[in-house]
Nanobody, 117 residues
Framework: QVQLVESGGGLVQPGGSLRLSCAAS????????MSWYRQAPGKERELVAT????????NYAGSVKGRFTISRDNAKNTVYLRMNSLKPEDTAVYYC??????????WGQGTQVTVSS
């Protein structure tokens, strides 16, 4: 059974930083490209960043490029999202899952990120 458990969110001031973690289990983590997604109130879920199975390639949404960094540790079955220079528009619930086209049907509970002064 696939399980995805996100953590590390919180309340941060504009310009601040957070590091999100996602612990994965129930599948062969090292063979999947993984992604972070986010959903703001009243908006559709959107793709934030993707990392290939061996970390050889990373892609970012234009709105976060240069500020966010996705990484992974296959030995720990964990994917991370380092978020710097946070803006109020980054406020959302953040989720991890496999990359688009291979996402698992079950999503985790997500982790809330609120950027506000």
């Amino acid at each position: 059974q696939v399980q995805l458990v996100e953590s590390g969110g919180g309340l941060v001031q504009p310009g601040g930083s957070l590091r999100l973690s996602c612990a994965a289990s129930g599948f062969t983590f090292s063979t999947y490209a993984m992604s972070w997604y986010r959903q703001a109130p009243g908006k559709e879920r959107e793709l934030v960043a993707t990392i290939t199975s061996t970390s050889g390639n990373r892609n970012y949404a234009g709105s976060v490029k240069g500020r966010f960094t996705i990484s992974r540790d296959n030995a720990k079955n964990t994917v991370y999202l380092r978020m710097n220079s946070l803006k109020p528009e980054d406020t959302a619930v953040y989720y991890c899952n496999a990359s688009p086209g291979r996402t698992f049907g079950s999503w985790g509970q997500g982790t809330q990120v609120t950027v506000s002064s």
